[in-house]
């Protein structure tokens, strides 16, 4: 069963910047599109940056301009730096396939922006 961790989290400023990290434990990624979502406080998973095979991305409006998603098919490995950090970016981070998600979910990684 192919297993993510997520890695990067921490507290930060408001203003401020985390990179992210997911790493798959085989190499399928380069197979799949890949998501970061957010689980905010209260509220239900939703993504916020995608990247597919081609290298393609795509940003939910929020965190267009703020945030990057990248990937390392060689790692099995995908990013997501995070500038100008806002208090509403605060919550849980979680990467999977999407749409559908096909990987159990992992641990997730606490993103706190504190203002």
């Known amino acids: 069963q192919v297993q993510v961790a997520e890695s990067g989290g921490g507290l930060v400023q408001a203003g401020g910047s985390l990179r992210l990290s997911c790493a798959a434990s085989e190499s399928i990624f380069n197979l799949y599109t890949v998501a970061w979502y957010l689980q905010a406080p209260g509220k239900q998973r939703e993504m916020v940056a995608i990247?597919?095979?081609?290298?393609?991305?795509n940003y939910e409006e929020s965190v267009r301009g703020r945030f990057t998603i990248s990937r390392d098919n060689a790692k099995s490995t995908v990013y997501l730096q995070m500038n100008s950090l806002k208090s509403e970016d605060t919550g849980v981070y979680y990467c999977?396939?999407?749409?559908?998600?096909?990987?159990?979910w992992g641990q997730g990684t606490q993103v706190t922006v504190s203002s």
């Open positions: 990247i597919n095979g081609g290298g393609g991305t």
């Open positions: 999977n396939t999407w749409p559908a998600p096909k990987i159990h």
